[in-house]
């Protein structure tokens, strides 16, 4: 079945390093790609979606790039800040459908 | 816009009971989908509704069901609880087929003692 691999946490950076998440799939098909990103005590926001192979999703410094020919859709931001510190998950969603299949998460803490 | 809304926020309940959770979507979106969230489990699907049919479900047993009202309102229902139930469900709407956006509420946390 359909599976997302992402990279296990913590994170922890100090403000204004340089973020990678790791972030492979497994699908058969045309997926589209979803970063999403969790705060305390919080739903899930959408952080930025890619629907294509070679589409870079792009929002708030944060990006991705879908890559088919690795699987991947690694998270990139520059220079992180605190109020970063989130859990990130990757996702896809199979074109037939609306369920989301989600990676386990991953945990970012940003200090000062 | 108002967002995607949950009632309740919290909820305690206790083995063989069983709940009601409800969500609202998004104006005008018409897919209401379920997930639970757990820390051993991480976020699974439950099941997808659009326009008053369940079209997707995730799997779990049959203790855990859901339905949609004409109004694109959406409840899920847990019954005979057990303590491994205890988690954050999630409800997350869309605007329909073709669209890809799917748009969290803020969850309902479920306790079951």
């Known amino acids: 079945g359909d599976s997302v691999t992402q990279m296990e946490g913590p994170v922890t950076l100090s403000e204004e390093a340089f973020l990678t998440i790791n972030c492979t799939y497994t699908a058969t098909g045309y997926p589209s790609l979803f970063w999403y990103v969790q705060y305390p005590g919080e739903g899930l926001q959408l952080l930025l979606k890619?629907?294509?192979?070679?589409d870079k999703g792009s929002n708030k410094g944060f990006e991705a790039t879908y890559r088919k020919e690795t699987t991947s859709f690694h998270l990139e931001k520059g220079s992180v800040q605190v109020s970063d510190s989130a859990v990130y998950f990757c996702a896809l969603e199979k074109a037939a459908g609306n369920k989301l299949t989600f990676g386990g998460g991953t945990r970012v803490l940003v200090k000062p | 816009k108002a967002g995607v809304t949950q009632t309740p926020r919290y909820l305690i309940k206790t083995r063989g009971q069983q709940v009601t959770l409800s969500c609202s979507p998004i104006s005008g979106h018409r897919s209401v989908s379920w997930y639970q969230q757990t820390p051993g489990q991480g976020l699974q699907f439950l099941f997808e509704y659009f326009s008053e049919t369940q079209r997707n479900k995730g799997n779990f047993p049959g203790r855990f069901s859901g339905r949609q009202f004409s109004n694109s309102r959406s409840e899920m229902n847990v019954s005979t609880l057990e303590l491994g139930d205890s988690a954050l469900y999630l409800c997350a709407s869309k605007r329909g087929t073709g669209a890809h956006e799917q748009y969290f509420g803020p969850g309902t946390r479920l306790t079951v003692t």
């Open positions: 890619a629907t294509k192979a070679d």
